[in-house]
Nanobody, 123 residues
Framework: HVQLVESGGGSVQAGGSLRLSCVAS????????MGWFRQIPDKEREGVAGIESDGSTSYADSVKGRFTISTDNAKNILFLQMNSLKPEDTAVYYCVADAKAVVPWDWFGGYSSRGQGTQVTVS
């Protein structure tokens, strides 16, 4: 399994931007399905964005047009560029990865590797 460490979270005003990074180690991410999930207290974990090994991407309706998922396979890093942030984007964001892509991208249980999370607060 690949190990994942997120960074880039913080506090920002509504309308602002943040870029989350997820550094992977233990394997190359180019052959993995990668994704970002977020967790709001007392709510279900939500799939935010996913990227397949072929580069195709998927987004939750709530972030389409505002968030962009991408990878730097040479550096083994996953990114989430978040623009036009809203207070409802406040959550802990988790980076995930799995070598298989046999379940829907937004099913958290389908990922074997998960980071520790990074807090994003929008006010």
């Amino acid at each position: 399994h690949v190990q994942l460490v997120e960074s880039g979270g913080g506090s920002v005003q509504a309308g602002g931007s943040l870029r989350l990074s997820c550094v992977a180690s233990g394997d190359t991410i180019g052959r993995y399905r990668m994704g970002w999930f977020r967790q709001i207290p007392d709510k279900e974990r939500e799939g935010v964005a996913g990227i397949e090994s072929d580069g195709s991407t998927s987004y939750a309706d709530s972030v389409k047009g505002r968030f962009t998922i991408s990878t730097d396979n040479a550096k083994n890093i996953l990114f989430l560029q978040m623009n036009s942030l809203k207070p409802e984007d406040t959550a802990v964001y988790y980076c995930v990865a799995d070598a298989k892509a046999v379940v829907p991208w937004d099913w958290f249980g389908g990922y074997s590797s998960r980071g520790q999370g990074t807090q994003v607060t929008v006010s």
